[in-house]
Antibody, heavy 116, light 112 residues
């Protein structure tokens, strides 16, 4: 059974960098698929942030591209999200998922608040 | 970006009655590989999204057969044949054919 679990700081100050990790179990990320980040501001809909494949191919949402970096750590079987220069508008539940076209497995999500 | 438009933001339904949610894309979702990557997700209150339907009409394991998906090209529908109390939540369509991936705005299903 594939499982994903997000982790990272729950509170980030404005202008700083948000960093999250998604630990994957039940499947080796080096075998394939794109590994995805999605977010959901409180009370709002889902926004696709971006993804990275095991071969190193990346795709980012153009609206966030200048601030986003996604990376994979094959040794730890996890992948990460970095979002720089955050503002209150980046306050959201952040989810990780497998496969950008089908999104078959999701993590439970982690709420990140941007506030001083 | 491909815009995904769901027909309604809110859908009040009566228990035991059918419900239908429409989703329209601004471009065809037929991929170069011949597949149509249109998926439906359910998000119950306080939970993460769960995929119900993938590639238009394929039901995920464990999803009740009262859920079905149909459509082609740019027009898609999620149907619930008989709504149960556990179906309350927000339903999203999502396209996985074009970059960036995009979601519909969500349709909240509630019991009358």
């Amino acid at each position: 059974q594939v499982q994903l679990q997000e982790s990272g700081p729950r509170l980030v100050k404005p202008s700083e960098t948000l960093s999250l990790t998604c630990a994957v179990s039940g499947y080796s990320i080096s075998r394939g698929y794109y590994w995805v980040w999605i977010r959901q501001p409180p009370g709002r809909g889902l926004e696709w942030i971006g993804c990275m494949s095991q071969s190193g191919s990346v795709n980012y949402n153009p609206s966030l591209k200048s601030r986003v970096t996604i990376s994979l750590d094959m040794a730890k079987n996890q992948f990460s999200l970095s979002l720089s220069s955050v503002t209150a508008a980046d306050t959201a539940m952040y989810y990780c998922a497998r496969d950008s076209a089908l999104m078959d497995y999701w993590g439970q999500g982690t709420l990140v608040t941007v506030s001083s | 970006d491909v815009v995904m438009t769901q027909s309604s933001l809110s859908l009040p339904v009566t228990l035991g009655q059918p419900a239908s949610i429409s989703c329209r894309s601004s471009q065809s979702l037929v991929s170069s590989d011949g597949n149509t990557y249109l998926n439906w997700f359910q998000q119950r209150p306080g939970q993460s999204p769960r995929r119900l339907i993938y590639k238009v009409s394929n039901r995920d394991s464990g999803v009740p057969d009262r859920f079905s998906g149909s459509g082609s090209g740019t027009d898609f529908t999620l149907e619930i044949s008989r709504v149960e109390a556990e179906d309350v939540g927000v339903y999203y369509c999502m396209q996985g054919t074009h970059w960036p991936r995009t979601f519909g705005q969500g349709t909240r299903v509630e019991i009358k």
